[in-house]
């Protein structure tokens, strides 16, 4: 299998770790997704799937996190998958994002790793 | 192109309204045995295990911690994937083509009986900012989504009764299923209205169980057992979170599954090439929308070709014989693993009384539930 060596991350896009962020998750996960794709010199029509990754439920206080982000992750209408491992979430997105390409199913993957853990309200 | 994935071992524990005297780790335990018993490989061999949940459906945080010993995974590679177990097997088919493993566990499961109020816990899948505070029943959602889908296309609330009617039925040949029962469309439109026009004849109750898969990679499948059913096309797709933004009366999610899962599996004509499937019908109508998603009914055909007959286990193109999630019993994110199942069994020629003739070709459709837009598109055959 040729691809199992061939994937790279072209860009990448952090936000502020804060406490009491005013955004919500969406928007968090919005702001990292649209820097890092302006880093790579990319736009979301680019991107053929996106993974996200989320610790717990509970700290963001919603059921299905992944479902609710899944819009500022840029995932509309494209295959979209949140897996998780519980706090190791965030470097496992990029294992998934991996096997997502290396696998030769896709050319290209966004992978999304969002936390809040400070409620929404009052924002917006 | 992709070398191909193939189920060849399936373990499962019937399903049921409760199971007191077992936990869901003993569920998922009963399947995984039968599971590996079925694909002739112990849990030595597996690289790589998915297992299917959601927090706040389980209970517990981080849920697939307290999988591994239960499935012979301990210090292997195992995650969550919150997603339709549909979506979930796509992951291990991928994980498969990197030729990293070859051999995979995916396990799916149900304890819905422990949920004390299924809809204050679904509530909290709604927006919490524009939609929750609302404070409606989530079922309100597949009802405002029923009457747009009823209107849109002219189906009708009867041909939807006529669904969960014949679903019921199905489930009277099906030791697996929760809730068979000899009910009438009749009977079903004179339900109890819960959110207009769902009645609750038109919603899948809730029930327990466990499933567990074995996958393979096909380039390996002559140094194992097992009767190997093959994945020939996986699609998944996330529609909108935000209903708002939804044009309710489509199954957006599935038509894009089916899309990509057809052009992998090279169907050209679903109709003719799909020999039967396994849809989702949570809610009666969806099960006829679905099916005009999946472009096995055209545009407003849904109802009309149900009741001449063409889904039902004698027409040509049968739908949910096993008796759907209306005649199962709804297990969340298990459902799709359930629908996969049944194709598995009927393209194996292991579905007892149930067993549909002549079948080479399924097609199972896995929807998230309340309040998604989110679903995948599996078809399976024997070669």
Known sequence: MPYKNKVAVLGAGLTKFMRRALETPKELAFEAAKTALEDAGMTIEDIDCVVSVTAPEAFDGVHMNG?????????????????????????????????????????????????????????? | ?????????????PLRCISPEVSYRELIFEAAVKAY?????????????????????????????????QLGAVLKPVRTVTADGITGIASLVMQLQTEQFDLAVIEGHSKASNIDYPAHIEAFALDPLYARPLGFHPNYVAGMEMRAFLDETGNTERQAAMVASLNRRNALSNPLAAYPANLTADDIMNSRPEAEPLKRGDIASLADGAIVFVLARESILSRIGGEPVFINGIGWSQDTPNIEERELHRARYAEQSAGRAYRMAGIGSPVAEIDFAEVDDTFSYKQLQH??????????????????????????????????????????????????????????????ERQLADVKTGLAQSWRGIPTATGGVAVLGIE
């Open chain 2, 1 to 13: 192109m992709f070398e191909r994935v193939a189920i060849v071992g399936v373990g499962y524990t």
């Open chain 2, 291 to 352: 099916l005009e998603a999946l472009g096995l009914a055209g545009p407003g055909e849904s109802g009309r070709l149900l009741q001449e007959g063409l889904f039902s286990p004698t027409g040509d193109l049968p739908v949910n014989a096993s008796g759907g999630n209306l005649g199962c019993g709804h297990t969340y994110d298990m459902a799709g693993l359930r629908s996969v199942l049944e194709v598995v069994l009927q393209l194996r020629g292991q579905a007892g």
């Open chain 1, 67 to 124: 479902e609710y982000f899944a819009d500022g992750a840029g995932a509309w209408g494209k295959p979209y998958m949140r897996t998780y491992v519980g706090g190791g979430s965030g470097v496992f997105g990029l294992v998934t994002g991996w096997y997502h390409i290396a696998s030769g199913q896709f050319d290209t993957c966004l992978v999304v790793a969002e936390e809040k853990m400070s409620p929404a309200l009052p924002h917006p």
């Open chain 2, 37 to 69: 018993n079925d694909a002739g490989v112990g849990p030595n061999g597996i690289g790589t295990f998915v297992s299917i949940t959601e927090d706040y459906i389980e209970g517990t945080a981080i849920a697939d911690e307290y999988v591994p010993d």
